[in-house]
Structure formats: C-alpha cells, structure tokens
C-alpha cells in the first residue's frame, strides 16, 4: 500500500503510531537543523518533521523537495509542540523516518491555497491545480453529498431514476440547440438536449407515474454567473397531480435539503406570490425576500407639475432606503452612475431625502413643493433618517431597473447576507409573451405549459392574459427551478400549438411522437426541474455556479484548459459531408 492513512485523519489519540501518508508538498519550512513539510491529499494536511539529528540524508532530500511534489513518508505520530489550532490535524506531527519522491512537479502558476494568487483566467487554464485547493473540494464534496441525499430522498417517495436520450430532435424554440452532425446519416443533425422535457412526458404516458434524474442540460446562450452551456439539473416528473401536489412534493426535498446540509428547518410553508405582485412590488419574478423595500408607485403623485421626467412617463416607482438620508453627493452620483450602466439602462435617478430635523431636500425640489413631497414620504412610510430613490418612465423597464437598484443597494447596505435564506414560490406566470419584432407570442415557459383551466375560456379572446399553471420556486432572488402542469389533452395541445403559429405540418415534424403518444391515453401530469449547479452554489455561500462544477467554461463558452471548441480535421468534415462557410 501507499498509505495507511490519510493526511486528515490523524489525531493525539494517534500518538505513538507508525503510519504512512502520501500527497502533495504543501510547503516547506527550513528552522536550523530541522524541515518542517506539509503533506496535503484530499482530506487534509498533516505537518512532517525531518530532523537532521535524526538522519542527515533524510534531511537533505526533504530540503530538496519543492511544492506539489509527490511524496511517500513513513513516520511516528508525535505530538506537537507548537499547535496549530486551524487544523484538525494541528495536535500532532509527524517524525519521518523514511521519503520517497514518487513524482516531482514544476513550479506551479499559481499558489495551491484558499487565498491563492492566480486570477480567474490562469485558475480555468489550469484547472486541475486548481481543484487541489481545499476550498474547490469543499465545493465538490458538498454536490457529492447533495446528489447522494436527493436521490436517496426521491427514492423514499417512490421516484423512479430513469436516463434519457443526449441526443434528440431539434426543437428550435427557446433557447438555441448545440446541434452534432451524423456521419451515418449525411445533411442530418442530433441536438443535445436542452432539458429531458419531451422524453420524461412519454414517460408518464407509458406508466412510470414517478420519474426523476439528475440530468444534463445543454443551451447555447450568452453565460453569466449562474449559467454554463451545459449545466445540471435534478428533473422530475408526476403522474395524476395538479399543482398542489408538486408544490408540495418538492417543498419538500428542498426543505429536507436545507436540513441535511445546513442545520436550517423551514417548519412554516414557504410563502407564495403571484408573477403580477412579484412585478409590481419588487421588478422581478424572482425578488430576494432576505430584505425588504418593496416598491411604492408614485405616478399620480408626480404628474401635472411641468416636469416632463415624470409627466410623460408610464410610471413613476420608488423605493425607501432606511437611513440612508446621510448619503453623500458622491454616493448618491455613484447610485445613478450604476443605473445609467449599459446593464440596467436608465437615463437618471431621482432623490428625496427626509432629514432628521424635519425638512425635506430633493433633486426634483423646485417641481415639487414641501408639502407634496411630504405626501410622497407619507405613502412610503418614511421616517427622518430615510431617503427616497425613484425612476419613471414606460412601466415594465422601469420596474426592472428599479429592481437592480434595490439589488445594488441591498449589497452596499449589507442586507443580503448568504447565511439567510428566504424562500417562496412564484405563481400564475402568463401563458405567452408577445414578441413585437415577430409580431406573433412565444410560451412563456414551453408549448406544453398547461393554461389555468379558468382561463382556457380567454385563448382566443384574451391571449395576452391567459395565466399558465407554472411555478417557479426562488431562493434569495435566484430562481432555483420551476416547471408546470403539462397539457395532456391532444384537442388542447394542438390549440396551443396554433396559437404559438405552428402550423399543423411544422408541429408534427417537431413533436409529432409526443402528439401521437397522446392518443393513447395520456394522463394528468405535471413536473419541475431544480438547478442542480445553482442549489449548490446556494448552500456553498458562492456567487457563480462556476465554482461547483469540476470543469466549467468561462464568460465566452470556452474551456481554456483543453481549449475547446477548436477546429476539426478537414476529414472529419468531408467524412461528414459538411462544407464550413465562415464569414469574416
């Protein structure tokens, strides 16, 4: 054996012991006549000592070794005398009595520590160094553990983990397809799924009424932090529910999961809010809860008073920053430099502060008298001490700016601690959305969203406000998942589809299986998919699924390290009979 133990596993009970550990040069530390190295695997770190009285050749070679070598030493287990409390190996020390060298290494690019020295950009390019530092493995670990405890807690209601197909039919809707070409099938393509939606609905149609899979996902869309062109999610499907029951059942496991890894118990229901009331007070269909400034629409308020801002807007909206009188000019200037940023896209801000003696200073002051801007205080609630912050402008994209504002001032107040967890779901999503550049609606969420059977009525003659049967559940303004109940009646699911302007010969080339499978008796069923990346990044306290998966791509949809997508062989395209027409 190489080892008969591991680097965090040794304690002061150990003392005494002769073991054998192996890993990786952590550092080395040279104190007179004695080196001090730090062996590191994945479980820990266990300080060796070489003492040059003990044995001058074993010395030497331990002064020899640089960092991320490989290493055997054999040795007793003493106790330290200088502890380290950091460590849980910190008690103890090794007294090494024998040293192989199993691979030496080069100098690494960056250091192999928590608060390492190497930027994103070289921490990707070498990304297996960088998974050597404790903190990724942490990471890691924790998805390992999540994984395990979700399957096992699906088991135990009686889900079914069954795989689907990676490659599929195309289905230009949505998102883009990554399309792969068949060399067995010439001017034919596969495309890798963008989720198991099509196959887990065949499932509930032949029987298998509990199905889930923690499956692969794949979308070529623009990144961001909490999105990759491959991404994993925990896929789940339900036969004979309505909405009530898939609330309830995946309530559950993240319950459980909150539990399991962070001590949390949720023991109240997580609180529900409407896609309208998710807009309308806080700008998104996704509002982080842990804090509160929901909006207050001051549009009545702000028009008639020769100020064309407010005057020919939608919509003038707010938000009360508690406190937050005191701010600076320049904090204030650099609250509307960040909405004037191409990202939230607003043309100015506009401020009221209500001071601590009583009086009232605005930037909009000379539009508005004392007592009207009393009033604008009185409907927000405000107090001496606080300030206003408002936008006007068309109604849906002022709402959204408002909200990265509210964002942007809940991180700079401190309001958005990662240690809190606010969790609710989002209800009544609309069915469609119009498109004014097609000039035609899009599913909101997917063709086969069932529509709230009290508005199946309003198809045809109130599409715009028809609500879907889809949920989305939100965890401190991330969307952890969602999903819907599906259409299972093949009458509706063709109405759908010629809403949607399909035409009847393009929905059969499409989803011609699906639409006859149900006419074989498909029953009631309904699903949700959880972000599996984004669930741990959660818990994990990060900021980008990035850091939860072992080998991600970077902002452009590249893999730096085995520098992919690349070009291909000339004869892999004549053997796939494809011809590449490359614009400059």
Request: charged fraction near 30%.
């Amino acid at each position: 054996m190489y080892r008969n133990t591991t680097c965090g596993e040794l304690r002061l009970a150990d003392a005494g012991k002769e073991v054998t550990i192996a890993g990786w040069v952590q550092k080395a530390r040279k104190m007179g006549g004695m080196t001090f190295v730090d062996v590191r695997d994945r479980y820990g770190i266990t300080q060796v000592v070489f003492d040059s009285d003990d044995s001058q050749e074993l010395f030497e070679a331990a002064n020899r070794l640089g960092r991320e070598y490989v290493v055997r030493i054999t040795g007793k287990v003493r106790e330290r005398e200088s502890k380290n409390g950091n460590l849980p190996t910190g008690d103890i020390e090794i007294t090494a009595t024998a040293l192989t060298v199993l691979n030496k290494s080069k100098v690494p690019p960056f250091t192999i520590e928590d608060n390492t020295d190497g930027g994103d950009d070289l921490r990707m390019k070498y990304r297996y160094l960088d998974l050597r530092r404790q903190c990724v493995k942490k990471n890691l670990e924790l998805r390992h553990r999540m994984a395990f405890e979700i399957r096992r807690y699906l088991d135990s209601k009686g889900f079914l983990e069954i795989e689907t197909p990676i490659l599929v039919k195309s289905t230009p809707e949505g998102a883009r397809d990554f399309v792969v070409p068949s060399r067995m099938n010439p001017g034919e393509f596969y495309a890798l799924p963008q989720s198991p939606q099509l196959f887990k609905q065949l499932l509930m149609v032949s029987g298998y009424d509990r199905y889930f899979q923690i499956a692969k996902c794949f979308r070529d869309e623009d990144l961001r932090a909490d999105r990759q062109p491959e991404f994993t999610q925990i896929d789940c499907e339900m036969s004979f529910v309505e909405q009530e029951d898939v609330i309830q059942m995946f309530e559950g496991l993240v319950k459980h999961i909150f539990k399991y890894v962070k001590g949390i118990d949720f023991t109240e229901p997580f609180p529900r809010m409407t896609w309208h009331d998710a807009m309308r007070l806080y700008g998104s269909d996704k509002p982080d809860l842990r804090f509160g400034m929901q909006f207050v629409e001051f549009t009545d308020l702000a028009k008639g008073h020769g100020f064309a801002v407010t005057d020919d807007a939608q919509l003038t909206v707010g938000i009360l920053a508690k406190g937050c009188a005191g701010y600076s000019r320049k904090q204030i200037d650099e609250l509307t430099e960040f909405v004037k940023r191409p990202q939230v896209g607003a043309k100015g801000l506009m401020w009221v502060k209500f001071e601590q003696d009583g009086s009232i200073k605005s930037s909009i002051g000379k539009f508005y008298t004392q007592e009207e801007l009393k009033a604008w205080g009185e409907r927000a609630g405000a107090e001496p001490g606080d300030m206003l912050l408002l936008m006007s402008g068309d109604a849906m994209k002022t709402r959204k700016q408002l909200c990265e504002l509210r964002l942007e001032l809940g991180n700079r107040l401190g309001l958005r601690d990662k240690e809190k967890f606010a969790c609710l779901w989002v209800v009544d999503f609309p069915l469609f959305e119009w498109d004014d550049e097609t000039q035609r609606y899009y599913a909101m969420h997917h063709p086969f969203t069932s529509p709230n059977p009290e508005d199946i009525p309003m198809l045809r003659t109130d599409t715009g406000n028809v609500r879907a049967t889809a949920y989305d559940i939100v965890v401190n303004g991330t969307e952890l998942g969602g999903g819907s109940i599906r259409i299972h009646d093949a009458e509706l699911q063709n109405e759908m589809f010629e809403l949607l302007g399909f035409t009847p010969e393009r929905a059969r080339e499409q989803f011609g299986f699906l639409m006859s499978a149900f006419q074989y008796g498909a029953p009631p069923h309904g699903g949700l998919a959880l972000g599996f990346d984004r669930f741990v990044s959660i818990l994990a306290g990060l900021d980008t699924i990035r850091d939860v998966i072992a080998f991600p791509k970077n902002n452009s949809g590249r893999d730096v390290m085995n520098e992919s997508p690349s070009p291909i062989d000339p004869a892999q395209l004549e053997e796939l009979k494809l011809e590449l027409k490359i614009e400059k």
